[in-house]
């Protein structure tokens, strides 16, 4: 069950306390990619310039990704840079050259267009909406229909948050940070803010909350927490985020290719995912701790955090 991603692929320049990368794998359509493919193939959307390193290229080729939307152009391959202070939260952009991304119209390849499930990364949300308008037509019936998830970040919600809105009206999942949240809604209650993208239409919002973990809320009242996973070390969180969206995400491809219908436990599986697939992202700098990955890696990961969280039913103090 095939994953359609929209969204940037980038080098990057990142300092952090424990060292530095430079012109590195990056963007958040990759990290999103090098984690859902550990699940189910992907179907990229994206563009580089014709400077893109021939070994970047290899990697991508070694993955479960389909590159025909791939648009490699003349030009300069979207570039970003930041600086992390020492507590590894506070993040500092230093530089963003958009380069080919000034010019980005992503087109999405026919073969893509009745992928199961459609992820519109954090990119400006007008060309997350270019996504939506050539993919809405494919499905037929509602069985057929993805299920569309989409990400943003606070520099939309401040300069283009009319066209989010539009978008926010034409999706079923929501990832956000919790800061997002309260800045998209502006209310300091998250459950307050939650009820407020509801009613646009989505009917699920996953709340990311950096080092501490996820949330979700369903527009039906439902509500899940899931910690994030004690990692000793943390040498970049550049794309956490979008690895904790790929593992995700991956995890509902899985699930729906067994052919049935997704359950609120596939969603609360598929978060302990998305945090397990973040903890990676964190351990190195770029992609480098997602390539290679095993099944097992992942498995153990898994059985840890249900160790970690699991406690019974009742306790000695209950009435009956
Ligand atoms: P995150 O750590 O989740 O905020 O994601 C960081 C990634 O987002 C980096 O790899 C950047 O290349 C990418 N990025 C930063 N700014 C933008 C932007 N304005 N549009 C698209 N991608 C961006």
């Not at 490699?72 to 202070?85: E, Q």
């Not at 609120?264 to 997602?290: P, Q, T």
Request: with cysteine; proline share 4%; aromatic share 10%.
């Amino acid at each position: 069950m095939p994953i359609l991603v929209v969204g940037s692929v980038a080098l990057d320049s990142v300092a952090t306390p424990f060292g530095h990368a430079d012109d590195t794998l990056g963007g958040t359509a990759m990290f999103f990619t090098a984690a859902a493919s550990l699940y189910d193939r992907v179907n990229l959307v994206a563009i580089v310039g014709d400077d893109f390193p021939e070994a970047d290229l290899n990697y991508l080729r070694s993955c479960n990704v389909d590159l025909d939307g791939l648009q490699v152009s003349p030009g300069k391959t979207f570039r970003w840079g930041a600086r992390y202070a020492l507590d590894m939260n506070s993040r500092q952009t230093l530089f963003t050259e958009l380069g080919v991304f000034a010019d980005f119209h992503p087109v999405v390849p026919e073969a893509y267009r009745h992928s199961a499930i459609i992820f519109l990364a954090n990119i400006q949300p007008q060309l997350q909406l270019e996504v939506l308008e050539q993919t809405s037509a494919a499905a037929s019936t509602d069985e057929e229909a993805p299920l569309v998830a989409l990400d943003t970040m606070n520099l939309w919600i401040d300069t283009t948050r009319d066209a989010l809105t539009a978008v926010l009206r034409r999706v079923e999942v929501v990832l956000m940070a919790e800061e997002e949240v309260r800045q998209y809604a502006n209310t300091p209650s998250l459950r307050v803010g939650a009820r407020q993208i509801f009613e646009l239409g989505p009917k699920l919002l996953v709340i990311k909350q950096g080092s501490y973990g996820a949330l979700l809320l369903g527009a039906d009242g439902s509500y899940f927490a899931a910690p994030s996973y004690p990692l000793e070390d943390v040498r970049d969180p550049t794309g956490a985020g979008d690895a904790f969206a790929g593992g995700f995400l991956g995890a509902l491809a899985a699930e729906r290719a067994r052919g049935r219908a997704l359950t609120l436990s596939d969603y609360r599986r598929a978060l302990v995912h998305g945090n397990i697939m973040g903890s990676f992202a964190c351990e190195d700098f770029s992609v480098n701790r997602l390539r290679g990955l095993t099944p097992a890696d992942i498995s153990a990961r898994y059985r840890e955090l249900v160790d970690y969280t699991h406690f019974e039913g009742s306790w000695r103090g209950e009435t009956h």
